[in-house]
């Protein structure tokens, strides 16, 4: 696990992208269309990442994070991530980005959706639910007490396993989900959504709001 | 009448240092802690743009909004009614909601404004922090980048005067078409305001607007390769350097505990009932500590308290202007026009003074 393939180059995956560097991963960004049209934003604001294609990103890459906007998400090539471990660290809000009929269906998560899309991919919920403009402020290294917590939500044991280990090595602690449903608990609207907590804290918040 | 907009420069500059003042036109309270009227609060605000220019401030921003709570939905005619009664203070926009409006008639009201203020007009242009203007105008929140990507090019030829062609997805085609008033002393200042997007910072280069931070959440500080991003766009587009401003909210009162005390339950409310359908988490007593603290983005204390922690945040992000958005929803008129007093007769001579000493 060295390298990390980062989908969206808006608000949310420059900042996820600098979070992986500094942890030591590889970083490939890729953005809606050319790497030249990133080259200048990726060597000021993530020096070290590397510009890419999407598909040029995801090859090779170990993990993909997929931080685009929602709206884009139904016009994505499954097959550009057809094997891949996914992040899914995109949130459907309707109140703030409007109303995507996809994500309207209320039996599922908004992740399940995302996994039910790519269904050749293995999805995993995470980096979600704190604010971009929070998540670097907020690493910590491990065993700090101001140390914030990060919640996983996956179906593969070995896919939130790898996860996990990206997650506590970025300076969050990780707090695994039963399943990508359970990912709803991290969804916007959720007890912890937008708020930095500690693991007992957000333990806690996810007991109340299940119960 | 204190300074005046003058030649000095940040160290990280050469543009001069600009303090503004902006707000959303929140609802005041009345002695009784009711809302006042949306009239009521609309001519208060005049007579608030009316003193930012008595205490020295150099800039007076209305942000667009269309809520009960915000019911500042015309700002060009307020600021029209403040530029009659002053004459150096700045007016303009903060900010056009531009990709629900048309940038012909965004234009030509400030336009009118620049004239009937003598030059003084400015415009900041952005997304905002609210989306309720995309259904009232009939939008769609999903051709966001679109409609602002289209829009902003056509404010860019509308801007240098002349008759204009262009051609779009999202309003009618203009075919040599000349568009009134026509400005006198060329383009009035434009900014674009960006929250958070490093393409949007990259925009502003190339259509050669300047730089409006919007930070209202977080360390200041992680805006800086923002700034840097921005001269380095400018100069692979060849373009000349521009400004740098930031925005950020506030309340500046007497001491640091009563500017809490009086800023704590309106934020606490606004924000609250911004989480119900945004789905912020609700601030706690800890979480606005931090963020009025060196690493947070509230600037609300005594004059001492928010001088310092401008005087750090601007040669931290290499920017010359700052904006204090002032007002948060319930607090009183009386409360407004004393921040206002003590940021222009305070706040604003002690970070000149911290910046040059």
Redesign the interface.
């Known amino acids: 696990m060295k390298r990390i393939a980062v989908l969206g180059a808006g608000h949310v995956g420059p900042v996820i992208a600098r979070l992986a560097l500094d942890a030591g991963f590889e970083v490939a960004i890729a953005g809606s269309g050319s790497p030249e049209k990133i080259a200048l934003v990726t060597q000021i604001v993530i020096p070290g990442a590397e510009p890419r294609w999407v598909a040029d990103a995801v090859k090779g890459a170990d993990l993909v994070v997929m931080a685009i906007p929602l709206h884009k998400f139904a016009n994505f090539d499954p097959a550009l991530v057809a094997g891949k471990l996914v992040v899914d660290a995109m949130n459907y809000w309707p109140a703030a980005d409007g109303v995507e009929e996809t994500f309207e269906d209320r039996r599922y998560s908004s992740s399940k959706i995302v996994q039910r899309r790519l269904a050749r991919s293995t999805v995993v919920k995470a980096l979600n639910h704190i604010g971009y403009q929070d998540l670097e402020d907020a690493r910590r290294p491990a065993g700090s007490p101001e140390r914030r917590a990060i919640g996983i939500a996956g179906d593969d044991p070995n896919a939130v396993r790898v996860v996990e280990d990206v997650i506590e090595r970025t300076g969050f602690d990780a707090v695994r989900l039963d399943s990508l449903s359970a990912g709803r608990l991290l969804e916007p609207g959720g007890s912890v959504f937008g708020a930095l907590l500690s693991r007992s804290e957000f333990e806690h918040a996810l007991r109340v709001k299940a119960a | 009448m204190s300074t005046q907009p003058n030649e000095s420069t940040t160290e990280s500059t050469k543009f001069p240092l600009v303090f503004g003042l902006d707000t959303f036109g929140d609802v005041t309270n009345d002695a009784d802690d009711r809302p006042l009227s949306h009239a009521q609060t609309i001519r208060d605000l005049v007579e608030e743009g009316v003193l930012a220019e008595q205490v020295g401030v150099d800039f007076f921003g209305i942000g667009e909004h269309h809520t009960d709570d915000f019911p500042l939905s015309a700002a060009d005619v307020v600021l029209a009614a403040i530029a009659a009664r002053t004459s150096r203070i700045h007016v303009g926009s903060a900010v056009t909601v531009l990709s629900s409006d048309d940038p012909v008639r965004v234009f030509q009201r400030y336009s009118t404004l620049n004239a009937v203020s003598n030059g003084r007009a400015e415009v900041i242009l952005g997304r905002g922090s609210s989306?309720d203007s995309?259904p009232l105008f009939g939008y769609?929140?999903?051709d966001y980048?679109e409609l602002f990507e289209e829009k902003t090019h056509l404010f860019a030829e509308l801007l240098k005067g002349g008759p204009v062609t262009w051609e779009g997805h999202t309003r009618a085609a203009l075919h040599n078409q000349d568009v009134v008033p026509h400005t006198e002393f060329g383009p009035f200042p434009t900014w674009i305001g960006v929250?958070?997007?490093?393409?949007s910072?990259?925009r502003a280069a190339h259509y050669g607007f300047s730089l409006m931070l919007a930070i209202i959440?977080?360390?200041p500080a992680?805006f800086a390769?923002?700034a840097?991003?921005f001269h380095?766009?400018l100069k692979?587009f060849g373009r000349e350097p521009l400004p740098v401003g930031v925005h950020s909210p506030g309340h500046v009162a007497e001491t640091d505990e009563q500017a809490r005390e009086e800023f704590w339950p309106r934020y606490l409310r606004v924000i609250t009932h911004v989480?119900e359908?945004?789905?912020?988490?609700i601030p706690t007593r800890e979480?606005f500590m931090y963020e009025v603290g060196p690493?947070g983005a509230l600037f609300v204390g005594s004059p001492e308290t928010v001088a310092q922690k401008i005087a750090s945040t601007l040669p931290a992000l290499g920017a010359n202007r700052f904006d204090l958005k002032y007002g948060m929803g319930g607090l009183s008129h009386e409360a407004l026009m004393k921040n206002i007093e003590l940021y222009g007769t305070q706040v604003i001579p002690r970070v000149r003074e911290l910046l040059h000493g």
Do not use: K, N
């Open positions: 989306i995309f769609d929140l999903a980048e929250g958070g997007s490093p393409q910072v990259v959440g977080g360390s992680r390769p923002f840097r991003l380095q766009a692979s989480a359908t945004r789905g912020f988490a979480s690493r």
